[in-house]
């Protein structure tokens, strides 16, 4: 259910399952450069703050029912992308990475200890 994570010193490598992967219409794990994150967020709240136009994956999602899942590269102006990959009833195993000069701008997943992986990566957390 949660990508495996690998922390090298270099990168984090975000190892989806295949089911992962078909929601995201991506075919491949995400490998973060540890040199590019700024910072990184924790919590639920960070599930309202899903923005873009989703170009492609999945949204379903409902907060008044409890359940939804958002997945899938998000797009603003400029090329600011955002990698989302979140399911509602996991809420609380949110992590944001907050990058620069990578593809993405943020990647939003889900993983089993988001405050063990913040403090392994020794990055200020908002």
């Known amino acids: 259910m949660f990508p495996k994570v690998s922390i090298t010193e270099s990168s984090v490598l975000l190892e989806f399952s295949t ?3 078909f929601l995201n219409a991506s075919r491949k ?17 960070i599930l309202k703050e899903c ?7 999945t949204y379903t999602f409902s907060q008044t029912y409890g359940f939804g899942v958002i997945a899938g590269t998000y797009r603003q102006r400029h090329g600011v992308k955002h990698f989302w990959n979140v399911r509602a009833k996991l809420a609380d195993h949110t992590i944001r990475f907050n990058l620069t000069g990578d593809e993405f701008t943020s990647v939003v997943v889900q993983v089993e200890d ?3 992986i913040s403090e392994s990566l020794a990055v200020s957390t908002v």
């Open 19 to 21: 089911w992962d992967k």
């Open 29 to 45: 794990d995400l490998t973060i450069p540890r040199a590019n994150i700024v910072s990184i967020d924790i919590g639920p709240e």
């Open 51 to 57: 923005k873009g136009f989703r170009a492609p994956g």
């Open 114 to 116: 988001p405050i063990s």
